[in-house]
């Protein structure tokens, strides 16, 4: 007989990957957390930071939240007592009760986001605060928001992508503002390598998906609309644009060719800094079709974000590269086109007002006002590290007056400012579903450990609580078999137990074309190029062919993308991780570092008006010259001087739906004395 036991489950992280996972139990009681090689996305091998931390950190008591804390300290110094999760609930229940009868229950904020995306420990919480009538911080604002709102007035959805299993038909792959090397390493080292079309990277960093593409655009920062515009141009003067599918499928083409035909590559050379000869290259690659574009989640991210993507989103449109094979876009895929219902998982009807939300740009503001808020509930997110305005926020979170419980399976810097802290179990520990974004499957999450310690599932954590609080309504106690199965049969599986004993499906068996109807879920039925809807909500009615003004008097334009080293916030905690991370640093292109009087090695101060922060330079030609680099996420608290590069982002929003324009904060840089 074996003295292993192997349990097939799924990583649930933010990442378009969702390997498959394979647990080995000894009999001894090792545990190794392995990539399935059964698994047609993971073939046997985890990232390389998921491979360290899940086998290190993860696994390691220490490291983890086990118990339930209530602050012994001064907030933010990280003191607790344990305690039981009787004394837990009932504390935070009857001070929560308090502000709803003192204050009011909007007073009482929630946020939360991707720590654990699956659907359970993703979306069953908000049952708990749909009940309440708590306000909520707008998740998707510190990340995509803007994509979203661009590509539904455009296409009326924003989470219909193409089928990733059409690259087999492509002629070409457009990647424009990812990198999958970093944000979803096994596309990148199999579906990128492995599809014989040609690759196009559109991105100002030289990064190793860039580097790796037949083709490499880099543009300066926010330039993309009017690269996209120059690649139309080429488009039309080469005759390469669908005019039979513009002409059925989309409104406004009219208004917008003259303003195309304006637009040469000769005129979006100095605007981008990309040579004409790459900008026909590319476009004629793209219009050989068909084509497949990818819309990374940075690109958006920038004061213009919004346009980006409809100027962007225009060349699938006008090229008719839609509803057939090897043709399409991504943005991301979502759990609804697959038939999961979301208000059931939400409970949405238990909503007692208007749902309320901010964005995460104005969290700061909101959070300091105590007429406006009492509490915070932080789950699924690590704002202390994650959010602009780092300093002001970490004042705010010290703040006496403002309660705050924070849910999670580590002691993050978010965690260390709350009144409570509870134990989330991590995703090794309890069964849900994973809802991939890129290809159109679904995966069991299996539960292969016991929880450590007294840690819970999220939703158990808010049953639990509900309870607390006296609430009776059963859709708040609904156990995970119950939920797991009835989300099953919305995607037309039998139950749980039968998607666990597959690990992976694919919903549909064979390739699906996007928009395959060619319907599209806008007011018009058809792509509206030119949109009503934007411009009654303040946009142009058309995509603009504009770019961000350059930083003006030495300043350096600040990119601060994901590290292939760390998933958001995650794995800071785990040491050899850490070690692979080394010194935070900042790369200038060559010709800046000589301008400044810097070279590779230095130790210099990013500053601006927001805030300072020490790195270490590094010089290479991977970006354009006035574009600073240093990746995003590392905990503050691990850091000599408590900060991260959010310390230098002042929040500012994107031109729609008031999302996070982080890839334009401007920096100086100086050599520290
Ligand atoms: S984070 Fe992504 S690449 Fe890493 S194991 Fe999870 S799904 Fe795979």
Redesign the pocket.
Known sequence: MSDKTIIRT??????????G?AVVKRADGLVKVL?DPDHA??RGA??????IA?NGAWLDSKARVTRPMKRIGPKGDGRFEAIGWDQATAEIAARLRDIVSRHGAETIWHTHYTGTCSLLAGGFPQRFFSRLGASEVDPDSICNAAGHAALKYMYGASDVGFDPRTAKDANCILVWGANPFAS???QHKHWLKEAKAMKVVIDPVRHPTAADADLHLQLFPGSDAALAFAMLHVLVREDRIDRAFLAEHTIGWAELEPIVVRCSPDWAAPITGVPVGKIEEAATIYGSGPSLLWLGQGLQRQPTGGNVFRAVGLLPAATGNLAKPGAGFLYLNGGTRRGIDSDYLEASHLRQSERRKVSHMDLVARLSDPRKAQALVTWNINIAASNPDQARLHRVLRDERLFHVAIDPFPTDTTDFADYVLPAASFLEFDDIVSPYFHLSMSAQVKALEPMGDALPNQEIFRRLAKAMGYAEPELFEDDRSALDTLCRQMGLKDFAGLAAKGTVDIWPEPVPQFADLQFPTPSGKIEIASEAAAADGHPRLPQPIADPRPRDGLLRLLSPASVWL?NSSYNEDPKVAEKLGAETVTLNPSDAARLGLADGDTVIAANETGRLVLRLGVADIVPAGVALSHKSRWPKLSKHRANINALNPGRKTDMAESSAVHSVEVTLTKRA
């Open positions: 799924t990583c649930p992280r933010d990442c378009y990957d969702a390997c996972i990539g996305v993971s985890l990232c390389g930071k998921c491979a899940y979803a390493p096994h998933m």
